[in-house]
């Protein structure tokens, strides 16, 4: 009788263990834009990745505390969620007959989020050169998504769910409109899953003002800026097979869109800001496309009845062009391995960490100059800085844990603050890992999961 | 019966708590790099490759920033029949980023690969890889390394040798901009008696470095020799004391001029290490040279200072263990760097953390 009780007290602890949240893809090693879910990661944040995963995790609420994410607009209207500045998330999932349904809120991508900032106007992202000047003017980016989910599971065990994506927003004093919307659909059986997820609009536009003063060596005064998004395609198909002891994987993610910036850059010198120069943008229409693939192999294996291995090896390639005055250019092409562990240390005690680092790590980036001020200080974080050449210092390790309280788990990432407190938050991309294991702060990207 | 399975209790906690990292190297006085000479550790692996036998089917991860003070590291290592392999990521031991600042291109990603097995003599080898280019600028910047390590353990004896085969960056603001490392060679040997170990071990290495026409030469050997004793005071407690003789050269030749530093000392070192609670280890050490322990630079001689202690913890979960250093957190948070001045901070709760996972 005490072995019956105990292996179901572990397997209640166990399949907590499979609620969860961002924080815990990304002490595994998770590092996608989106942290959209994982191939071979069994894990709540997986319906957003494949909307079959939705009949797996009924009856719970998540919720990923956050604010804003970080700001990097002067009119605060663009913004993306980052490890150490993250935005507020949640939703619930819950069972109804044959039915899993659900919503949630705030899921706002950051791909989308980088295209619409990298549509912005140059002049209008150099809007700071002279004070008293305000700072970038830039496109908004997505603001209060609403993601619906249905799913169910059929006779023969096949699983299917569907998602709807939409958000609408307008601000008339700036003449400010930005929509979206996006549908997602996926099956799963035992051994396969696959999933489309299609945009079927994205569409951003305001008119901003530049001061006087403000392209200083340009030439140029205050100026009104009319600029606009408009997402012309974007799909991202993707599923794995089940193959030995884990799951083949592969993806496509492609995303195309135009942009358009009416100011006159006649007379436009190259203007240099901290370090980082912006030249001049082009009047009228210009083409973007993103580009994604990935091929992989992934493993989840379970060791001490209480524990879990995860290994991954996967080649995946970025390809980025921007169209403007010259072509702005990102090819990426790495082949990471990762090494993951998670364990339930404690009855109310998960702990889980990876490392991560590349094989094989090229990146070719060319042009950064000509994208506007504040997308080149993101793809710098993201993807390297211009030129050709190894993809530098490609380890990471993270580490993160998970506080069970019966139903209710708390989440978070573990060893991201610094040793001093006199540093202030940064808004880097990259978070303070001095291999500090800090009581005060002691979890950051916190998110509570409660199943019902 | 209740001691027999208390005494079991004990075993289980100690031999748990003695597989470890960077921090509990430190924390005992020895190398974080290539672990230690008589203190059984997962580090010693860096040292004598054939020690992959020894532990095995684990993940490390030692916490922090690629290429920062506290280097993001970490790998598995797992047994496969009678054999044991691991692959490590990220490795700086023995890296010449530090020599080469200068703005030459330092080692980045390094791939190590283990292999060993156990057919009455314990045998293991290592080797690693890395390679990098930049051509963001004007001029393409490269480096690339590699090295060798062989080792094996037989009852009381064991030898071993690691060879650096390579270590070149190219350019850094002109085409003749460049750093060459000699083949390096550490070998060592030791020999086990009751609870006493006793070991030799012999280094030597150095670089050539070409900067705006300044050409630099360097050369570098040392010679340890010591002995390292380990006393199991209960089951969950010890005590380690270790006495060694250092002696070391290096000669940098910078623009025809040669300067000759020598190091010589003997230093102690005490340690011990204790389980705590069940879920608690702690160790602490003091190290300090006796008798012998001078640097001599040109010919001119001083004394070496170096009174030492570090202190470190493990916090045990079963197969999970979270290691790291105690006491190196600064009275005054808004201090930039860490330091040591006695205090023991529960919000900086360790340092240089490191958790390993066993399966």
């Known amino acids: 009788m005490k072995k019956i009780l105990a292996g179901i007290a572990f397997l209640a602890i166990s399949t907590q263990m499979a609620y969860a949240t961002q924080a815990r893809l990304i002490a595994l090693g998770l590092d996608e834009l989106d942290n959209e879910g994982s191939y071979y990661i069994q894990d709540q944040r997986n319906i957003f990745l494949n909307a079959a995963s939705v009949n797996s995790y009924a009856d719970l609420v998540v919720v990923e505390l956050g604010g804003n994410g970080r700001n990097v607009s002067g009119n605060s209207v663009a913004s993306v969620d980052q490890d150490n500045l993250t935005k507020a998330q949640g939703g619930f999932l819950k069972k109804s007959g044959n039915y899993v349904y659900g919503a949630y809120l705030g899921n706002e991508s950051n791909t989308s989020a980088l295209l619409r900032i990298a549509s912005t106007s140059n002049a209008a992202s150099v809007n700071l050169v002279a004070g008293p000047t305000s700072a970038p003017q830039m496109l908004p980016t997505a603001d209060k998504q609403v993601d619906l989910f249905l799913g169910s599971e059929l006779a023969n065990g096949m699983k299917w769910g569907a998602s709807l994506v939409y958000l609408d927003n307008e601000d008339e004093n700036k003449k400010q409109e930005e929509k979206a919307g996006a549908v997602r659909l996926g099956v799963m059986s035992s051994n396969w899953d696959a999933h489309a997820n299609i945009s079927i609009m994205n569409e951003a536009k305001n008119q901003v003002s530049t001061e006087a003063g403000a392209l200083a060596g340009s030439g140029n005064t205050a100026a009104t800026v009319n600029q606009e998004f408009e997402g012309s395609l974007g799909i991202h198909v993707g599923g794995s097979y089940k193959l030995a002891k884990g799951r083949i994987y592969g993806f496509y993610k492609t995303f195309q869109w135009d942009q358009k910036d009416d100011y006159n850059y006649t007379g436009w010198t190259n203007v240099t800001l901290s370090g980082t120069t912006v030249a001049a943008g082009k009047n009228g229409k210009s083409e973007g496309k993103f580009d994604t693939y990935s091929i992989g192999y992934g493993v989840s294996e379970s060791v001490n009845q209480n524990g879990s291995l995860f290994t991954n090896i996967q080649f995946k390639s970025t390809n980025i062009e921007l169209k403007v005055a010259q072509t702005v250019e990102i090819k990426n092409t790495i082949i990471p391995i990762t090494i993951g562990y998670e364990h339930v240390a404690t009855s109310w005690l998960t702990f889980r960490g990876s490392i991560t680092q590349n094989l094989y790590g090229d990146r070719d980036n060319k042009n950064f100059s000509s994208a506007n001020l504040v997308v080149q200080n993101l793809i710098k974080d993201v993807y390297g800085n211009e030129g050709k050449g190894t993809v530098q210092n490609s380890a990471r390790v993270n580490a993160g844990a998970t506080l069970t309280f019966g139903k209710l788990t708390i989440d978070g990432v573990v060893g991201t603050t610094s040793d001093s407190r006199a540093s202030t938050a940064s808004d880097s991309q990259s978070r303070t890992q001095s291999g500090v294991l800090a009581l005060d702060n002691l979890m950051t990207r916190v998110a509570a999961t409660y199943k019902f | 019966m209740k001691k027999h399975i208390a005494i079991a209790a004990g075993l289980a906690v100690l031999s748990t708590s003695a597989f470890a990292t960077k921090s509990r190297m430190e924390a005992l006085g020895q190398s974080s790099s290539r672990g230690s000479f008589f203190i059984e550790d997962t580090r010693n692996i860096f040292r004598n490759a054939s020690k992959v036998n020894d532990m095995t089917n684990y993940v490390v991860t030692e916490w922090g920033t690629d290429s920062a003070a506290q280097n993001a590291e970490g790998g598995f290592f ?257 201090a930039a760097a860490a330091s040591e001045n006695g205090t023991l901070a529960l919000d900086n709760v360790m340092t240089k953390v490191a958790v390993h996972y066993w399966f």
Not at chain 2, 137 to 142: L, Q, S, T
Not at chain 2, 198 to 218: H, R, S
Not at chain 2, 220 to 239: D, L, P, Q, Y
Not at chain 2, 258 to 277: Q, R, Y
């Open chain 2, 78 to 334: 797992r047994s496969a029949g009678q054999f044991n392999y691991g692959l490590y990521l990220n490795s700086d031991v023995n890296s010449n980023a530090s020599t080469q600042d200068v703005g030459l291109l330092d080692e980045d990603n390094r791939l190590q690969l283990f292999v060993g097995g156990d057919m009455g003599l314990k045998w293991g080898a290592s080797v690693y890889y890395s390679s990098s280019e930049n051509e963001q600028g004007a001029i393409k910047k490269e480096n690339d390394t590699m090295g060798v390590s062989v080792g094996v353990s037989k009852g009381a004896m064991e030898g071993y040798a690691n060879v650096a085969l390579k270590d070149e960056s190219k350019v850094y603001t002109a085409q003749a901009d460049k750093f060459d490392a000699d083949s390096g060679m550490l070998i060592g040997a030791a020999y086990s008696w009751m609870d006493y170990k006793f070991y030799a071990e012999y280094a030597k290495d150095g670089y050539e470095q070409t900067v705006a026409g300044a050409k630099k030469d360097n050369e570098f050997s040392s010679i340890v020799v010591g002995v390292g004793h380990n006393h199991e005071v209960s089951a969950t407690s010890r005590i380690f004391t270790q006495v060694q003789y250092e002696t070391n050269k290096d000669e940098t030749t910078t623009a025809g001029t040669k300067v000759e530093t020598k190091n010589s000392n003997l230093p102690l070192t005490i340690g011990f290490e204790a389980d705590a609670t069940s879920w608690l280890a702690l160790r602490g050490s003091i190290s300090q040279n006796i008798v012998l322990g001078t640097e001599k630079v040109g010919g001119k001689k001083k004394t070496n200072g170096t009174t030492d202690v570090a202190a470190g913890a493990t916090l045990n979960f079963g197969k999970l263990k979270v290691d790291g250093m105690i006491g190196t957190t600064s009275n005054d948070r808004t």
